[in-house]
């Protein structure tokens, strides 16, 4: 038991600005120079198959690594991780707007792995530009129980067992089904730091990309153009801070949530 | 002869927040286009109101299971679907927003061969297609993004832009039984031992708590600041994951999708990630100690200081 992948997408340094971006080909952000990093979301989804290869040693993780040049850093960094074996599968950023273009080259690298895994791991978002379905889509061409958002990620009397939170109760799957869950960050589970050593020799390594899938489908949605937003806001619009003493700009501040509140 | 369905309104349950806004949306935007619209409603809810958004037709779904889960709806909406809009190839369906619903729009497209357009902020329909924006790169921009070939699946987002009052007039409604489906489930629901904590989604006053507030217990003042004027406690990302708060209360691109008249963030930076949780008509009112934070260029009114100096006499003025 297990034998787990894990669906890795590198984002955009989330402490980059936007703006502080060109603009690049067919509308989207000039990104490819971007620094890219390895979201919260899928360190989480490496540590708990980490933690489940440590409890059971005959299991494996296979970390599925997707993206083009920029990915190179966090594959290296995975692979320092001592997983045992990875694939880096090329992303071609005009083909990330469909979401069911996505799903089906994360379902045909999964498919094209020899030992097929009883679990899959990945983040709630593929990366920069999916904003939640294509996990979902990739469980359901996989044929797969999908979970998202899992806080916990263990395994019973050789049974997986994950768990998510819900507002006042744990919704928990037992199973000996094919799963792929979405997992969530939780403050016990923090993606471990590799040694100095395993850094060196992945950085030596020779890598190469694989291509995305070898079935090509036309994508059924494509990109207009992106421009820098700010949820709606204007920024820089003028907030008006309150001065005086801790006591004054309290009771100033409770007086205007008051009324804000009752109209 | 009567007009062709242009929009589909999906409802599965009760839960989301954003259900009449969704049928509402759904009957605008079929009325722009000159068709009609449809909503499919799960069978076991009974949302108020529906007749009065504008669909022309409202087919409720029986046979499921009380618990039915996501793959299960998505199952029952494909079948009712397919025997109620004859054809879908430039139909939108539309679903409200939340974690199932995220689920069932998934399913959907796959089982449609449909377009999946994502959690939508504005959505048209065109002669050639269906156009919309959504967040992308962590709230940080926004994508216009185009599909000529539907079914277009869309999410509703809560701010989604209000298209025209949807004319309404009388409203044809039916039922239709879905073929018996399997239930079985091995999903088991463990309640908590700590605090009940109301549902943020729907709260017209939301306190939330960032990494500025610097451990766990110090939530216990966000917790009092809300108690005093009947909001509810929520926490960005790095709060959760400093398991300071619960995961379920976190607010942001991952997280819950808040949409209050009142938003109080102590000790928030204001990151996209953030904000991409909070409705763009929310006022954001800021207690923080960084004068560099990215929350001034989007709170209305601010308070720059240590949250330490100003909840306590804030409590105090609440209750006062």
């Known amino acids: 038991m297990p034998h787990i992948a894990v669906i890795v997408v590198p984002v955009v340094d989330p402490l980059l600005g936007v703006r502080q971006l060109a603009a690049g080909a067919d509308g989207d952000l000039d990104v490819d120079g971007a620094k890219h990093v390895l979201s919260p979301y899928d360190e989480a989804a490496l540590e708990n198959a980490l933690r489940l290869r440590d409890k059971s040693p005959e299991s494996t993780v296979t970390a599925l690594v997707f993206g083009s040049a920029v990915a190179n850093e966090a594959l290296r960094y995975v692979m320092a991780l001592k997983v045992d074996a990875w ?40 990366g920069d530009r999916d904003d939640g379905l294509v996990a979902p889509m990739t469980a359901r061409l996989l044929g797969r129980t999908y979970f998202p958002m899992a806080f916990a990620v263990g395994q019973e009397d050789g049974q997986l067992v994950l768990s998510r939170a819900a507002d006042d109760y744990e919704e928990r799957l037992v199973t000996t089904d094919a799963v792929l869950a979405t997992v969530s960050t939780h403050h016990s589970v923090r993606l471990r730091l590799p ?69 | 002869m009567s007009q062709a369905i242009k929009a589909v309104a999906l409802i599965p349950s009760v839960a989301a927040t954003n259900s009449l806004q969704t049928v509402r949306t759904a009957a605008s935007l079929a009325d722009a286009a000159g068709g009609q619209a449809l909503a499919i409603v799960a069978g076991i809810s009974s949302v108020d109101g529906l007749d009065q958004c504008g669909p022309s037709r409202i087919v409720r779904m029986e046979g499921l299971p009380a ?49 999946a357009l994502g959690k939508c902020s504005s959505i048209n329909l065109v002669a050639d297609g269906c156009q919309v924006e959504r967040p992308v790169y962590g709230g940080r921009a926004t994508a216009r993004l185009h599909a000529s070939q539907g079914p277009f699946v869309c999410i509703a987002r809560p701010d989604l832009k209000p298209g025209s009052e949807p004319a309404t007039g009388s409203t044809f409604e039916e039922t239709f039984t879905v073929s018996p489906v399997s239930t079985k489930s091995d999903l088991q629901k463990i309640p908590f031992d700590g605090p009940r904590h109301p549902p943020l989604e729907k709260a017209k006053v939301v306190v939330a708590g960032g990494r500025g507030m610097g451990a766990a217990e110090n939530f216990a003042q966000l917790e009092a600041v809300a108690a005093a004027i009947g909001g509810v406690v929520g926490c960005s990302l790095p709060a959760a994951d400093a398991g300071w708060y619960p995961v379920s209360r976190q607010i942001g691109q991952s997280g819950k999708f808040v949409c209050p008249d009142v938003y109080v963030a102590v000790g928030i930076s204001g990151m996209s990630q953030h904000m991409a949780g909070i409705a763009e008509g929310s006022p954001i009112f800021a207690i923080n100690n960084d004068p560099d934070s990215s929350i001034w260029d989007v709170a209305e009114i601010g308070i720059l200081d240590d949250w330490r100096n100003i909840l306590p006499p804030l409590i105090e003025a609440l209750n006062a």
């Open chain 1, 87 to 126: 694939r880096w599968i090329g992303l071609d950023n005009a083909a990330q707007w469909d979401p069911h273009a996505v799903a089906r080259m994360a379902a045909d690298a999964v498919e094209r792995l020899e030992q097929q895994p009883s679990l899959v791991l990945m983040g709630p978002e593929f």
């Open chain 1, 195 to 263: 040694l100095i050593k395993q850094i060196m020799m992945a950085n030596r390594q020779p890598v190469t990309h694989e291509a995305a899938s070898t079935e090509t489908v036309p994508a059924a949605v494509r990109l207009t153009e992106v421009e820098p937003s700010n949820a709606g806001r204007v920024r820089g619009a003028s907030c008006r801070m309150l001065e005086g003493s801790a006591s004054e700009k309290a009771a100033a501040f409770a007086a205007i949530i008051k009324e804000k509140a009752s109209t």
């Open chain 2, 67 to 115: 618990d039915a889960d996501g793959p299960v709806l998505a199952s029952g909406f494909v079948e009712a679907l397919k025997a109620s809009v004859p054809e879908l190839a430039g139909c939108l369906l539309l679903l409200p927003y939340g974690p199932v619903e995220e689920e069932i729009a998934g399913l959907l497209a796959v089982e449609l061969g449909g377009a």
